[in-house]
């Protein structure tokens, strides 16, 4: 049996603890094969031989001031462990280069941030207090909380079984709560597994007709009302010449659609 226990770090990283019973010492010995890298971190993951138990650090990023601004999600698949050292989302990589992801959403008029060159520390507090001019306030949110390089390294240190029976329905369950408890209005995401898992239509082929300028959208399943998704290009995806204008082209057509469907001016900042 799995059972999870959470305390809070700072306003963006909490630790969370999996009881994992029987399913212990293998789970232990292949999470550290996977995240060998990363045992130099404080914190991101400790194993508990007395109680069976592993906690680990993890990231979410919810405004908690209101701009009246609608509030829609950025949903990724699982947060990344040099991430989560670092303290925000989307951090410079291990050899300190910059995400793609802050100058295509800046770009974009998404997230536009005045300060230049900001570390990740000072990042996570702009988007926390929502002091970024665009039209929406922006909640930041992982599907998985386990972090690991690539989502499917989940399943691969849980077992299948494991996985199934606990890590699904949690986080099934969470992101639900969580989309009904902050009142999203829209949910973005950048990883078609996660799009496949959350929303009532299933997509395979969609980065080419991201390409072709196509708006791929569908509705979140299992809740009471009706709060839109829509997919767009990965994070870090850069592989036509044109990358920027593809990505910046998605955006806009993503943030037509949900500001027609919220009566929201396209340029509504603060």
């Given at each position: 049996?799995?059972?999870?226990?959470r305390?809070?770090?700072?306003?963006i990283?909490?630790?969370?603890?999996y009881?994992?019973?029987?399913?212990?010492?293998?789970?232990k010995?292949?999470?550290?094969?996977?995240?060998?890298?990363?045992?130099g971190?404080?914190?991101?993951?400790?194993?508990?031989d007395?109680?069976?138990?592993?906690?680990?650090?993890?990231?979410?990023?919810?405004p908690?001031?209101?701009?009246n601004?609608?509030?829609v999600?950025?949903?990724?698949?699982?947060p990344?462990p040099?991430?989560?050292?670092?303290?925000?989302?989307?951090?410079?990589?291990?050899?300190?280069?910059?995400n793609l992801?802050?100058?295509?959403?800046g770009?974009?008029?998404?997230?536009?941030i005045?300060?230049?060159?900001?570390?990740?520390?000072?990042?996570?507090?702009?988007?926390?207090?929502?002091?970024?001019?665009?039209?929406?306030?922006?909640i930041?949110?992982?599907?998985?909380a386990?972090?690991?390089?690539?989502p499917e390294?989940?399943?691969?240190?849980?077992g299948?079984?494991?996985?199934?029976?606990?890590?699904e329905?949690e986080?099934?369950?969470?992101f639900?709560?969580?989309?009904?408890?902050t009142s999203v209005?829209?949910?973005?995401?950048f990883?078609?597994?996660?799009f496949?898992?959350?929303?009532k239509?299933?997509?395979?082929?969609?980065?080419?007709r991201?390409?072709?300028?196509?708006?791929?959208q569908?509705?979140?399943?299992?809740?009471?009302?009706?709060v839109?998704i829509?997919?767009?290009?990965?994070?870090?995806?850069r592989y036509r010449?044109?990358?920027?204008?593809?990505?910046?082209?998605?955006?806009?057509?993503i943030r037509?659609?949900?500001?027609s469907?919220?009566?929201?001016?396209?340029?509504?900042?603060?």
């Open positions: 049996m799995s059972k999870t226990k305390a809070q770090l700072s306003s990283n909490f630790q969370r603890t009881l994992l019973s029987e399913a212990y010492e293998s789970i010995e292949r999470a550290i094969q996977v995240l060998y890298k990363y045992r971190y404080p914190d991101l993951i400790t194993f508990n007395l109680e069976g138990s592993v906690t680990f650090s993890t990231e979410r990023l919810i908690t001031a209101s701009t601004r609608p509030r999600m950025l949903l990724f698949s699982n990344h040099h991430s989560v050292h670092q303290g925000m989302f989307l951090s410079p990589n291990t050899k300190g280069r910059e992801f802050w100058s295509v959403m770009d974009a008029g998404w997230l536009s005045t300060e230049g060159n900001c570390n990740p520390k000072q990042l996570a507090d702009i988007c926390f207090k929502a002091k970024y001019r665009g039209p929406f306030e922006l930041f949110y992982c599907y998985y386990f972090p690991t390089d690539f390294d989940i399943r691969r240190i849980f299948r079984e494991h996985f199934s029976q606990f890590i329905p986080s099934v369950d969470e639900r709560n969580t989309i009904q408890e209005e829209a949910v973005v995401t990883n078609k597994g996660i496949n898992l959350v929303s239509d299933q997509i395979e082929r969609y980065v080419e991201l390409v072709e300028g196509e708006l791929i569908s509705q979140i399943k299992g809740i009471d009302r009706y839109p829509f997919l767009t290009f990965p994070t870090g995806w010449r044109q990358y920027m204008q593809f990505r910046k082209a998605s955006l806009d057509t037509t659609a949900i500001c469907g919220s009566n929201v001016p396209e340029s509504k900042n603060t």
